[in-house]
């Protein structure tokens, strides 16, 4: 059983940029995959961006739609944190934003962005957006 921690999270102004962070700690295997989602108000948790790495070190990146060209995923092995850099922020992504990982991962991008295929979460970190 591991440990994951979000920060990074506040308020902008619409345009504006946000690095999440995600720091990983405890964990007694090695994930190949971690993968961020978000959670609107009354709205259900959808996939955002994803990261796999095989055991070769390739990594694959995988984003939903709305996030392709504005958010950026990428992690850090030194210091055990995942990051997830949003650019050009509007108000539809206001939301509660979580990182996840899996001790079995599939390098597919339907199942990297699927909530119920992940059994390790933070507690999130919230984001707002103004207009």
């Known amino acids: 059983q591991g440990r994951l921690v979000e920060s990074g999270g506040g308020s902008v102004q619409a345009g504006g940029s946000l690095r999440l962070s995600c720091a990983a700690s405890g964990f007694t295997y090695r994930s190949s995959c971690f993968s961020w989602f978000r959670q609107a108000p009354g709205k259900e948790l959808e996939g955002v961006a994803s990261?796999?790495?095989?055991?070769?070190?390739?990594?694959?990146?995988y984003y939903t739609d709305y996030a392709k060209g504005r958010f950026t995923i990428s992690q850090d092995n030194a210091k055990n944190t995942l990051y997830l850099q949003m650019e050009n922020l509007k108000p539809e992504d206001i939301a509660m934003y979580y990182c996840?990982?899996?001790?079995?991962?599939?390098?597919?991008?339907?199942?990297?962005?699927?909530?119920?295929?992940?059994?390790?979460w933070g507690q999130g970190t919230q984001v707002t957006v103004s207009s």
């Open positions: 996840a990982t899996s001790r079995a991962c599939a390098n597919f991008g339907w199942w990297l962005l699927s909530v119920g295929n992940f059994a390790s």
């Open positions: 990261i796999y790495v095989d055991d070769s070190s390739r990594t694959d990146t």
